[in-house]
């Protein structure tokens, strides 16, 4: 089992940045690919960034790309996700997850609790 925990989420005005961090429990956090999901009140969760376990590719949902860097330090097992330029429409719950590597399509498996990002006008 992989824990993940994320924090760095908060309130923020329009315009503002943040930076979410995940810190994941296992030494074997280079075996994961690593994402970043959303969730706002009454919708369905989405897809924002990934990264792959060797930081070679990268990949954002259309809504937050030039906006979102999505990073990761293997050596301290934590993925990033600095969020710029941020709009209201970004509000909702954060959450990290972890996907094994080598595994076609990508299956998420481990998730963290989230983590509350709201943007205000």
């Known amino acids: 089992q992989v824990q993940l925990v994320e924090s760095g989420g908060g309130l923020v005005q329009a315009g503002g940045s943040l930076r979410l961090s995940c810190a994941a429990s296992?030494?074997?956090?280079?075996?994961?690919?690593m994402g970043w999901f959303r969730q706002a009140p009454g919708k369905e969760r989405e897809f924002v960034a990934r990264i792959s376990w060797n930081l070679i590719s990268s990949s954002y949902a259309d809504s937050v790309k030039d906006r979102f860097i999505i990073s990761r330090d293997n050596a301290k097992s934590t993925v990033y996700l600095q969020m710029n330029s941020l709009k209201p429409e970004d509000t909702a719950v954060y959450y990290c997850?972890?996907?094994?590597?080598?595994?076609?399509?990508?299956?998420?498996?481990?998730w963290g609790q989230g983590t509350q990002v709201t943007v205000s006008s």
């Open positions: 296992t030494r074997t956090f280079s075996s994961y690919t």
């Open positions: 997850a972890a996907s094994q590597i080598g595994v076609t399509p990508e299956r998420y498996d481990f």
